[in-house]
């Protein structure tokens, strides 16, 4: 009997899909070093792939390591108990506002076994390689747990960690993020900072940690927001951080306030490998885990991976409840490989009001200050955000760059995006708004006339049977 | 549950290594190595692949293809480290500890 929503853990996730027959499980022996990266970059090439769980790990005998269980949306649909994809945003978007706390539990299968100090050892785990560069393996699939030191608020978040000892990790913190400003608190009392990398949780959990939230606002309070249960916690060995407490494995460590660690070449999600720099250097106090884990390999690199795929629906949805504060008329948002969003109006509202497209714009770059491009359209676009060919179609029918386009010249960017090379660098980028919305007289003349397809009568003939009977097949 | 793995117990694998585990443990050190010489390595090999195993490079190429072709199986995958040294220099990032104490002399 399938397990259903809300899932709590990696596991009950996994027999899920199994029972859609959406798992496939790889009895062929995979190496952690690319091959199960090379399992993820096809599956997101190729149409209909399923998620995998790899049963015979080299070097590993009895581990398994999951992957693509999240990628695409329908995937995130079914673990949000949601049952169209496309009302992801609209879904889960007040739902954002809502708070249901994490309850803590005395103790949780990822206690199962411990193992402290020397014990604690990162080779015994198969973490892996994504690309042929990177001369050690990386964690990707990581959800990193950072606690304030003035307020106990406690930030997770899906981090990098270069494996780069056996009981060390390099962490680049991203000047960005609310890590990097958690962290400097710790640093500038001169203290190390506990760190906790939580690995396998179920996907809510995975999930929640790519919304944008304000400071101060723990994302285990949204898993509870989007089950309408509270997560199970359990307290960590070493620190006071709280960790799900279905989760497979959890790395304990403490981050060095005066020391680096070597960081890098790595297949970022900036579709590019990064450099080597000297950035944040933890130490491994414990790892406690299942006693048979599974380990999680979350694809990364030139976009589309898993990586990209499970920031889409949540900053959707983020920007859909930011801007329902904001505007009316908004219908729908869609984000596309993490840096571009679509934002959908209704027209009788963005008609009446010309500059509302780069109102809406401005709103998404404050929201998300790593934003690239805001496409705005309007509901003569369709349902599906997603159509390539009705974006194409809005660039070519409702756009003139010199009315349409604004641009905020060097403005905040991301310090992974090679657009800017990021060395030493701010990393400046432009940012750009896109009004693809029918326009006011005398723009609209041509639009009224009507769009340019077969008439009503002739397309219900298709959708009533025609088509099938003549093409005999859907 | 279908999921469950009940022959399995990470403890035990944990205190008996296999062959790959202790290649992975040999591939750290041979990172410490490279980072540790970071600088004269850069000077040296930057723009090129090279491969790191026992504080030595064994192997240096354009390509990661032709590093692996040089190595041949003298050396463990999972072990030897191969790595490309990016032609611009390794990077600093900067964090407030650095604004405020004096960085260390390993930094
Ligand atoms: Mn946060």
Redesign the pocket.
């Known amino acids: 009997m399938a397990e259903s929503f809300p899932f709590r853990s990696l596991r009950s996730w996994l027999q899920f899909l199994e029972e859609q027959g959406d798992l496939v499980r790889v009895q062929e022996e995979v190496d952690p070093n690319e091959d199960i990266t090379a399992f993820a970059y096809k599956g997101c090439r190729v149409p209909n792939s399923p998620s995998f769980l790899f049963e015979n790990i080299k070097g590993y005998p009895g581990w398994r390591i999951a992957s693509q269980t999240m990628y695409d949306w329908q995937r995130q649909a079914w673990a949000l108990g949601i049952s169209d994809p496309a009302n992801l945003a609209r879904e889960i978007g007040p739902k954002l506002d809502q708070r249901v706390p994490p309850i803590q539990v005395s103790t949780g299968p990822c206690k199962e076994v411990k193992f402290f100090a020397e014990d604690a050892d990162l080779s015994r785990i198969p973490f892996c390689m994504t690309g042929e560069f990177e001369g050690i393996p990386n964690l990707t699939a990581g959800i990193s747990n950072k606690q304030d030191p003035e307020t106990g608020w406690q930030?997770?978040?899906i981090r990098r960690q270069g494996i780069s000892g056996r009981h060390k990790f390099s962490e680049y913190i991203n000047t960005s993020n609310?890590d990097f400003q958690i962290w400097g608190k710790w640093q500038l009392q001169g203290k190390k900072m506990p760190v906790a990398l939580i690995i396998g949780a179920d996907p809510v959990a995975c999930m929640v940690t790519q919304t944008k939230?304000p400071v101060g606002?723990c994302?285990y309070e949204l898993w509870g927001a989007f089950t309408g249960q509270p997560l199970e916690v359990v307290k960590c060995e070493t620190s006071d951080l709280l960790v799900p407490a279905e989760a497979e494995i959890v790395i304990e460590a403490e981050i060095e306030p005066f020391e680096r660690e070597l960081d890098g070449p790595f297949p970022e999600f900036g579709g590019y490998y990064t450099t080597l720099a000297w950035v944040a250097k933890s130490n491994v106090k414990c790892i406690t885990m299942r006693r048979d884990p599974i380990f999680y390999y979350l694809g990364m690199g030139l976009a589309p991976t898993e990586g990209h795929n499970i920031a889409e629906p949540m900053q959707a949805a983020t920007l859909y409840n930011l801007l329902c504060k904001q505007f009316s008329g908004i219908i729908n948002v869609h984000n596309h490989g993490w840096y571009h969003n679509i934002v959908q109006v209704d027209r009788r509202i963005s008609k009446a009001w010309p500059q509302m497209a780069q109102a809406i714009g401005n709103a998404v770059k404050v929201a998300i200050p790593y934003a690239n491009i805001t496409f705005v359209v309007d509901d003569d676009f369709g349902a599906d955000l997603t159509d390539y060919y009705e974006l194409m179609n809005a660039l070519h029918y409702k756009f003139a760059a010199t009315k349409d386009l604004t641009v905020l010249h060097r403005t905040t960017g991301d310090l992974l995006n090679p657009i800017e090379p990021w060395v030493g660098r701010i990393g400046w980028q432009d940012y750009c708004t896109f009004d693809l919305t029918e326009k006011m007289a005398p723009w609209d003349e041509c639009y009224k006339r009507g769009k340019a397809i077969p008439g009503r009568a002739a397309r219900k003939k298709m959708e009533e049977g025609l088509w099938d009977k003549v093409v005999g097949r859907k | 549950m279908v999921m469950e793995r009940k022959d399995f117990d990470v403890e035990k694998l944990w205190r008996n290594p296999t062959p790959y585990m202790e290649n992975r443990a040999k591939q750290f050190e041979n990172r410490d190595w490279f980072a540790e010489h970071m600088d004269e390595i850069w000077q040296k090999y930057r723009g090129r692949v090279v491969a790191v195993w026992d504080k030595e490079i064994k192997a240096v190429g354009r390509t990661a293809d032709e590093v692996w072709a040089a190595l041949g199986d003298k050396y463990p995958r999972e072990g030897v480290m191969v790595i490309l040294v990016p032609e611009e220099e390794v990077f600093k990032v900067p964090y407030p500890a650095d604004m405020v104490f004096k960085a260390p002399a390993a930094y």
Do not use: P, S
């Open positions: 930030n997770i978040a609310q939230m606002v994302e």
